[in-house]
């Protein structure tokens, strides 16, 4: 029987956690959400055709799995009503029975987005690349407890005194620091009603619901947003998300926190991409930028931003492979280098005329320059590999050559988009 399970970024994020979920969560009963918001997208491609879920779990599309949006997401009700239409649009089915809510799972009000713009329009030049979705102002609010749990709107009354309140105190926020007019407190109710109550069905005590899932021994997926290097605590702060983006808040943020996946699998993309600001050190420019962005599709799944990209970078991966305490990775795209006559990858960092291995500290990024080597290509398509042995040697000499480098069994080679573009390694393929 599968063990529970995390699946997590190990980069900067985008690196196919969600066709990584929707290829294994048919081993799984339920999949969770337990972190982030609708700032940052999976694309998944499958029977039912091309999806970028940003708050929904990847396993709505599987009969009989059971998708919970944990305590520690933040819960955008316009982005989760837009987002369950869409797929309900595709014949999908999303009914209380298949999705359920925390209700203790924090409000993002329309004010975050609008602080949100506010906030960047103040930085100017020194902006940080923010996807404007209100992500940072929303946590900022709940860990000053400034918000409002979901379970909170069954009790109305109470919970719009509570409201009102905290409108109260974001308006002297908007009308004294960013002279800017005061969100209309009259919108609110209509807000709610058109919005936020809607998906009342859907919200229970999703902690009490995976309690009782454990104790009937149905297997647990924890899915991820971003990556490693996003992470609030240990990410590139301050170009990093507001939210803990690593395994190890899976239980938490999910509302099981006395459990312990075994099972961390990192997803790793067979090169590097970036959206939005701060240090990137393994970074290409130019044509040869313009051709792997061109060849991976790298263009953002909630903004549509061309990504910046690079090659493979060993020294980040390395990191994010030990903060995520990965048992196994996921390498994806491996198909897109196929147009390349040498592989590149990023082996070290030069900084202060130091070579080092060791991935550096947040404000030191900036001064680290790559140094980069390169592997033999396979130049041939490799999208129809389905075994270990489909795949030409000089591309399984790289994907060995890469679990030696970052330390972790690489399970899954992705080849394509689509759920069976993939090689599962075996044992006897190690
Ligand atoms: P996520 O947020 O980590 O799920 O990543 P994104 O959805 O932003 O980016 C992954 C993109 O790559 C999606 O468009 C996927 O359909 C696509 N993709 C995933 N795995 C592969 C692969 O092995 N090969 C190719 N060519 N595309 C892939």
Redesign the pocket.
Same mark, same amino acid.
């Given at each position: 029987m599968e063990k529970d399970c995390v699946i997590v970024?190990i980069d900067w994020?985008?690196?196919?956690?969600?066709?990584m979920v929707d290829l294994i969560t048919s081993d799984y009963d339920v999949v969770v959400r337990y972190q982030g918001g609708g700032n940052?997208?999976?694309?998944?491609?499958n029977a039912y055709g091309k999806f970028a879920l940003h708050l929904l779990p990847s396993g709505i599309f599987r009969k009989g799995v059971v998708n919970v949006l944990g305590n520690g997401v933040a819960l955008d009700p316009e982005n989760l009503l837009a987002e369950i239409e869409t797929v309900r649009a595709k014949g999908i089915e999303v009914t209380p029975e298949n999705l359920k809510i925390s209700d203790r799972a924090s409000i993002l009000f329309p004010w975050h987005r609008k602080q949100d713009e506010l906030e960047e329009a103040r930085l100017k030049d020194k902006k940080f690349g923010s996807t404007k979705q209100g992500i940072a102002p929303f946590y900022s609010d709940k860990y000053q407890k400034k918000t409002v749990m979901f379970g909170e709107l069954f009790r109305e009354e109470k919970a719009k005194a509570h409201i009102k309140d905290i409108l109260e105190w974001k308006n002297l926020l908007f009308t004294g620091m960013y002279g800017a007019e005061p969100y209309p407190s009259e919108e609110i109710d209509l807000w709610l009603e058109t919005y936020a109550k809607k998906l009342l069905p859907f919200v229970c005590d999703t902690g009490a619901f995976l309690k009782a899932a454990k104790k009937d021994g149905k297997r647990i997926l924890f899915e991820a947003?971003l990556g490693a290097l996003r992470d609030l605590d240990f990410g590139i702060y301050p170009y990093t998300t507001s939210s803990t983006t690593l395994a190890a808040y899976a239980p938490i943020g999910a509302g099981l926190p006395s459990l312990h996946p075994e099972r961390v699998i990192g #997803?790793v993309k067979a090169y590097s991409t970036c959206v939005g600001e701060g240090p990137f050190v393994c970074e290409w420019f130019g044509e040869d930028a313009d051709k792997l962005r061109e060849a991976?599709?790298e263009y953002g799944?909630k903004t549509g931003r061309p990504r910046r990209v690079g090659p493979l970078d060993l020294v980040a991966t390395r990191y994010g492979v030990e903060e995520q305490g990965a048992t196994e990775i996921a390498l994806?795209?491996?198909?897109?280098l196929s147009y390349m006559d040498k592989i590149p990858v990023v082996t070290a960092y030069e900084a202060e005329g130091n070579v080092t291995k060791a991935f550096p500290f947040p404000s030191m990024l900036d001064e680290a320059r790559p140094v980069t080597e390169y592997v033999k290509g396979w130049k041939m398509d490799i999208s129809k590999a389905r075994k270990w042995s489909d795949l030409p040697k000089e591309a399984r000499d790289y994907v060995l050559y890469v679990e030696r480098e970052i330390g972790c069994f690489i399970k899954y080679v992705? #080849?394509?988009?689509e759920r069976e573009?993939v090689v599962i390694r075996t044992e006897k393929d190690r």
């Open positions: 970024g994020g985008d690196e196919g956690k969600g066709r940052a997208g999976h694309t998944v491609i947003q #997803v991976g599709g799944a994806t795209k491996l198909d897109v992705s #080849v394509g988009p573009s």
